[in-house]
């Protein structure tokens, strides 16, 4: 079993930084691949960005190219999501996922966190 929390959400303006982390439970951590997802109001989960357990291997959605950067702290059990020059789009609940391959699918991940809320004013 993998339990996932989230943190690191809050209220920003257009432009500015979020940086959001997720700390696993679990001893497969350092072996799994981790993503990261967002769903918006009546909107569908949406891929955001994906990375192998070494960290060697990254992908992102087109829509965060340049502005979002995933990484992970094996040591620490935790991944990580540098939000920058964030737009009113990128309002969404933002979860992180624990998988066994690289996928943008979300059936793909086998556990999920509860979600934290990014919301970004005009």
């Known amino acids: 079993q993998v339990q996932l929390v989230e943190s690191g959400g809050g209220l920003v303006q257009a432009g500015g930084s979020l940086r959001l982390s997720c700390v696993a439970s679990g001893r497969t951590f350092s072996r799994a691949v981790m993503g990261w997802f967002r769903q918006a109001p009546g909107k569908e989960r949406e891929f955001v960005a994906t990375i192998s357990w070494s960290g060697s291997m990254t992908s992102y959605a087109d829509f965060v190219k340049g502005r979002f950067t995933i990484s992970r702290d094996n040591a620490k059990n935790t991944v990580y999501l540098q939000m920058n020059s964030l737009k009113p789009e990128d309002t969404a609940v933002y979860y992180c996922?624990?998988?066994?391959?690289?996928?943008?699918?979300?059936?793909?991940?086998?556990?999920w966190g509860q979600g934290t809320q990014v919301t970004v004013s005009s």
């Open positions: 996922a624990h998988g066994p391959i690289i996928s943008v699918v979300p059936s793909r991940y086998d556990y």
